[in-house]
């Protein structure tokens, strides 16, 4: 009887000492850098997206969002659709209200420039650059909330403004980047 005692104390015991801590939520965390108002953006090629991203991370890449012109020049422009654009945006999480950052292979890639114009552009003021190994060891271990759909916005420019702001600057600072044109 003493020795079934002492084998049920025992089991209690392992049992209550191998017992897992409960897991934390996200929301429990304080570590976590994205809050529902940040959207990481990785605006590498899809393969380079593909094989290696941040969770939480959305995929932008300007050839996306660009039409042939010319089949026969192969020359093309920024879509001149400016809400499908705009919806397309929220739909992947970002609005002029909502902290971007923008992260590429190097901070200053023309990839990250040319987001960059186009959402400041588009109304964004919180943009920050980024490259992925720089993004890496400031947030080490960190958790990322997957961006919410946003709502879409309707740009401040008239239609005649945003026709003039596609075909004039959107070929120098879209479909390729030029600090000469567009800035740093």
Same mark, same amino acid.
């Given at each position: 009887?003493?020795?079934q005692?002492?084998?049920?104390?025992?089991?209690c015991?392992?049992?209550?000492?191998?017992?897992?801590?409960?897991?934390?939520?996200?929301?429990?965390?304080?570590?976590?850098?994205?809050?529902?108002?940040?959207?990481?953006?990785?605006?590498?090629?899809?393969?380079?997206?593909?094989?290696?991203?941040?969770?939480?991370?959305?995929?932008?890449?300007?050839?996306d969002?660009?039409?042939?012109?010319?089949?026969?020049?192969k020359?093309?422009?920024?879509?001149?659709?400016?809400?499908?654009?705009?919806?397309?945006?929220?739909?992947?999480?970002?609005?002029? #209200?909502r902290?971007i950052?923008?992260?590429?292979?190097? $901070?200053? %890639?023309? *990839?990250?420039?040319?987001?960059?114009? =186009?959402? @400041?552009?588009?109304g964004?003021?919180?943009?920050?650059?980024?490259?992925?190994?720089?993004?890496?060891?400031?947030?080490?271990?960190?958790?990322?909330l #997957?961006?919410?759909?946003?709502?879409?916005?309707?740009? $401040?420019? %008239?239609? *005649?403004?945003?026709?003039?702001?596609? =075909?004039? @600057?959107?070929?120098?600072?879209?479909?390729?980047?030029?600090d000469?044109?567009?800035?740093?």
């Amino acid at each position: 009887m003493l020795k079934q005692l002492s084998l049920l104390l025992l089991g209690c015991g392992l049992f209550v000492a191998c017992q897992q801590a409960p897991t934390k939520t996200l929301e429990e965390t304080s570590n976590s850098i994205f809050k529902v108002k940040t959207v990481l953006v990785d605006t590498r090629d899809a393969f380079s997206y593909t094989s290696f991203h941040i969770p939480g991370s959305v995929n932008l890449v300007s050839n996306d969002f660009l039409v042939l012109k010319n089949p026969a020049t192969k020359r093309y422009i920024m879509d001149p659709n400016l809400t499908e654009t705009i919806d397309r945006l929220a739909r992947k999480g970002l609005a002029p #209200d909502r902290r971007i950052i923008l992260m590429s292979t190097t $901070k200053n %890639s023309g *990839e990250n420039k040319k987001w960059h114009w =186009l959402l @400041k552009n588009l109304g964004f003021e919180d943009i920050d650059m980024t490259s992925v190994d720089e993004f890496n060891s400031k947030n080490k271990n960190a958790r990322y909330l #997957d961006p919410e759909r946003a709502d879409v916005w309707i740009l $401040k420019l %008239s239609p *005649e403004l945003q026709q003039e702001f596609i =075909l004039k @600057k959107g070929s120098d600072c879209f479909v390729k980047y030029s600090d000469k044109v567009c800035g740093s």
